[in-house]
């Protein structure tokens, strides 16, 4: 554990200088799904304090048992509308909004006298139909709205590049919600976080200017399967790695 997260730092560091930009801008998210509550308390214990989960009673289940320690926890998968409420209620960040209606839901179901939910929306640039995510033609109307809601706090845009892409086209994608921030922002509707990177494209991220990579498997390790899908489906195969 120890060596991988390190090594995962170190790439942050070298990918963020190569592109003239500072380490420090850049937060690491480790995306523990599927994993035991004792590999993210090793984690911890070696500095990590950002936490990813896509799967909501897996993730409640380890907040329990790890209510001890400080840990910033970040809801990154796909939303079903009847898991707001426990989203509402246990993450500090929601990285996959991609409806208003989510939005909606997030922000009323805030528990009375938690700060606003840190949010992204997500965006489908690379267009796939199998994919999450509003259409970059949507994502401006879809901020400034979500924005007006009391409950969340609109950050920025998250995307999953298309994967198996060669290094150019995967660049395009992400260099194409850095553009999309910024047309954002110019519409008056101040975007601080750009929410892309994973393993397989971490480099090509922090060039295109990404403020939270989310890193799973590089350092866990390979993955298991979910609680919550494997209560439903007990021969389910690994879940793939498209969240981190």
Not at 1 to 29: F, W
Not at 41 to 49: D, F, H
Not at 98 to 109: H, I, M, Y
């Amino acid at each position: 554990m120890e060596n991988r997260l390190q090594a995962v730092r170190d790439q942050i560091v070298k990918a963020a200088t190569h592109a003239g930009r500072s380490p420090t801008a850049i937060r690491l998210v480790a995306v523990s799904k599927t994993q035991p509550a004792a590999a993210v308390r090793a984690a911890w214990n070696e500095g990590q304090r950002d936490f990813g989960e896509n799967y909501v009673q897996e993730a409640i289940a380890k907040m329990s048992e790890l209510a001890d320690l400080d840990i910033t926890w970040h809801f990154i998968g796909p939303i079903q509308s009847n898991k707001t409420r426990l989203i509402a209620s246990h993450f500090d960040w929601v990285h996959s909004i991609d409806r208003l209606s989510v939005a909606e839901r997030l922000s009323a179901q805030r528990p009375a006298g938690r700060p606003p939910i840190d949010a992204c929306i997500q965006v489908n640039v690379s267009g796939e139909a199998s994919k999450s995510g509003c259409t970059p033609a949507e994502a401006s109307a879809l901020v400034a709205a979500a924005s007006r809601l009391p409950g969340l706090r609109v950050r920025g845009l998250m995307t999953v590049p298309e994967p198996d892409l060669p290094a150019a086209q995967q660049r395009e994608q992400l260099e194409a919600l850095r553009a999309l921030q910024h047309a954002i922002n110019g519409d008056g509707h101040p975007l601080d976080t750009l929410s892309m990177g994973m393993s397989a494209d971490l480099d090509a991220a922090i060039a295109a200017g990404s403020t939270i990579v989310r890193i799973g498997t590089a350092i866990f390790g390979a993955r298991t399967v979910s609680p919550d899908r494997a209560s439903s489906a007990p021969t389910l195969t690994p879940s793939p790695d498209t969240l981190s």
